[in-house]
């Protein structure tokens, strides 16, 4: 059964830090694309960042420079790390594994607030 739990998720204040886990666990993590994703209040989900089974990695312009996608294959376990947290950034966000066209699963999400 193929499980993605994220975590790490909270309150944080606007120029603050939070960081992002997704445990991974029903395939086999190494050989897949990994993202997340993020949902705002009346807000289609977007892409945030991807990092392919060979490392490679992509961000929404919105986050370069902020967030760096990273992954442990020996750990199963797919990382987000937030610095300089806007209020924009607030959203549910959500970890993605994609293998081809047509293995495609999801997270629970995770909410991030960024307030003062």
């Known amino acids: 059964q193929v499980q993605l739990v994220e975590s790490g998720g909270g309150l944080v204040q606007p120029g603050g830090s939070l960081r992002l886990s997704c445990a991974a666990s029903g395939f086999t993590f190494s050989t897949y694309a990994m993202s997340w994703y993020r949902q705002a209040p009346g807000k289609q989900r977007e892409l945030v960042a991807t990092i392919t089974s060979g490392g490679t990695t992509n961000g929404a312009d919105s986050v370069k420079g902020r967030f760096t996608i990273s992954r442990d294959n020996a750990k199963n376990t797919l990382y987000l790390q937030m610095n300089s947290l806007k209020p924009e950034d607030t959203a549910v966000y959500y970890c993605?594994?994609?293998?081809?066209?047509?293995?495609?699963?999801w997270g629970q999400g995770t909410q991030v607030t960024v307030s003062s």
């Open positions: 993605n594994a994609r293998w081809g066209l047509f293995l495609n699963y």
